[in-house]
């Protein structure tokens, strides 16, 4: 069943976020630090929970092959608000969860000029527009954001490249995935630099989190512990005022 979009619009204007990515290297971080934040989920990011992160608020699907891998699992996650592709509903392995439908359609099915529109910067003024291709799932979660009205998004396993026997931080993985080539790189670092100037233009303070994010010179990077410790110093000082 499709949500209405209207609830979710500037619902979160000038808070901040996290988005999870599914890199091994999300292991690595304090996932307890989110405790108190707004989180994204990408794919099959439910499975931090296993490995200490308290909640998530969204999560968001985009390849519809993906989807249809883990439809059985994903259908029965009822924990946060879902985001896929308004076409869900045409699949015939759609099991009829609820979701908030994005004005995006899945790469297979976008026409050539669709997948080179946000190259050439034309990003969308309103949810309702759309979108083309993003080059990956935690970009297209970066536009649901901004929609909502998030003024800073925080990046946390996001790699952007796949490697062979090492490609998610949870192991059971399907034959699909399998399959991809070691040093496979997503189509993210493709159209990030778009997304940097964007989120630039409008004011938006866009952070990649992931130490093992090989392309650093693409966008600006901090640490998850650093940045939770700059907001209780900020937050301590005006509690002593």
């Excluded at 794919?43 to 883990?70: C, P, S, T, W």
């Excluded at 309103?126 to 970066?142: A, H, R």
């Excluded at 009205?149 to 952007?160: A, D, K, P, Q, R």
């Amino acid at each position: 069943m499709k949500l209405d979009w209207k609830p979710y619009m500037n619902k979160h204007k000038d808070q901040r976020c996290f988005i999870l990515g599914n890199a091994p290297n999300l292991l690595d971080e304090d996932l307890s630090l989110l405790k108190n934040e707004k989180v994204f989920i990408t794919n099959r990011g439910y499975k931090a929970k296993e490995f200490g992160l308290d909640h998530f608020d969204y999560q968001v699907i985009v390849d519809m092959g993906f989807y249809e891998d883990y439809a059985d699992e994903i259908s029965k996650v009822s924990e946060g608000v879902k985001f896929y592709p308004d076409v869900t509903t045409e699949y015939k392995f759609y099991k009829g969860e609820s979701f908030v439908p994005m004005y995006t359609l899945p790469t297979l099915r976008q026409t050539s000029e669709q997948r080179k529109q946000l190259l050439k910067g034309l990003f969308p003024t309103s949810y309702e527009q759309g979108w083309g291709k993003t080059g990956n799932v935690v970009l297209n979660s970066c536009l649901v954001a901004y929609f909502m009205g998030f003024t800073e998004i925080y990046l946390i396993g996001v790699e952007m490249i796949y490697r062979a026997g090492s490609t998610h931080f949870y192991k059971d993985i399907s034959n699909r995935e399998k399959a991809v080539p070691d040093g496979h790189r997503s189509k993210g670092p493709k159209y990030l630099p778009q997304f940097v100037n964007f989120f630039k233009k409008n004011n938006v303070k866009f952070i990649n989190l992931t130490q093992t994010f090989p392309y650093k010179e693409l966008m600006k990077m901090d640490t998850l512990k650093n940045i939770i410790k700059e907001w209780r110093k900020i937050k301590s000082s005006y509690t002593t005022l």
